[in-house]
């Protein structure tokens, strides 16, 4: 038998789409949004691709995704994974990591996922805006970083 309510999908369904639909419109105040086939959102801050999703953890924490890719086929590097990892310590929206692939190189993601359920659109703006921006900023360090070394 089960316990759960009648229509609990559907009300999962429906809480993280009108989170989603909040997050569009604060994201559509700077930027191009694309809407994927799944409901995540896409979008470009300056040379940074983002995606936001909306998932809810239980019942009535529904929280917002946002993933940024910083950098992409950096060299294997230790000394650029080191420096991620210690601006990684220093920020306070997102939690860095690095991604190391075959063939002898690296990616930089920055994620961060918080409940939203609530925020109307121009405080999620101004909180998604912090994140993403670190996210270019992080970028333009790293490329100055290889670029240097």
Same mark, same amino acid.
């Given at each position: 038998?089960?316990?759960?309510?009648?229509?609990?999908? #559907? #009300?999962?369904? !429906?809480?993280?789409?009108?989170?989603?639909?909040? @997050?569009?419109? !604060? *994201?559509?105040? &700077?930027?191009?949004?694309?809407?994927? %086939? %799944? =409901?995540? $959102?896409?979008?470009?801050?300056? %040379?940074?691709?983002? /995606?936001?999703?909306?998932?809810? *953890?239980?019942?009535?924490?529904?929280? $917002?995704? $946002?993933?940024?890719?910083? /950098?992409? %086929?950096?060299?294997?590097?230790?000394?650029?994974?080191?420096? @991620?990892?210690?601006? !990684?310590?220093?920020?306070?929206? =997102?939690?860095?990591?690095?991604?190391?692939?075959? =063939?002898?190189?690296?990616?930089?993601?920055?994620? &961060?996922?918080?409940?939203?359920?609530?925020?109307?659109?121009?405080?999620?703006?101004?909180? *998604?805006? $912090?994140?993403?921006? #670190?996210?270019?900023?992080?970028?333009?360090?790293?490329?100055? /970083? #290889?670029?240097? =070394?």
């Amino acid at each position: 038998m089960s316990h759960d309510a009648p229509g609990a999908g #559907t #009300t999962e369904a !429906a809480s993280t789409a009108r989170l989603l639909a909040v @997050a569009r419109e !604060a *994201l559509e105040l &700077y930027h191009d949004v694309h809407v994927d %086939d %799944d =409901g995540a $959102l896409s979008f470009r801050h300056k %040379d940074v691709p983002c /995606a936001v999703q909306a998932m809810q *953890l239980a019942e009535g924490l529904v929280v $917002l995704s $946002l993933t940024c890719v910083v /950098a992409w %086929d950096l060299p294997a590097d230790d000394r650029l994974a080191r420096s @991620a990892a210690e601006r !990684a310590g220093e920020g306070l929206f =997102g939690t860095l990591g690095v991604v190391r692939r075959d =063939g002898g190189k690296m990616d930089v993601l920055l994620r &961060y996922a918080f409940p939203a359920e609530g925020l109307a659109a121009g405080p999620l703006s101004t909180l *998604l805006m $912090l994140v993403v921006s #670190t996210a270019s900023q992080l970028r333009a360090e790293l490329l100055s /970083a #290889t670029d240097a =070394g």
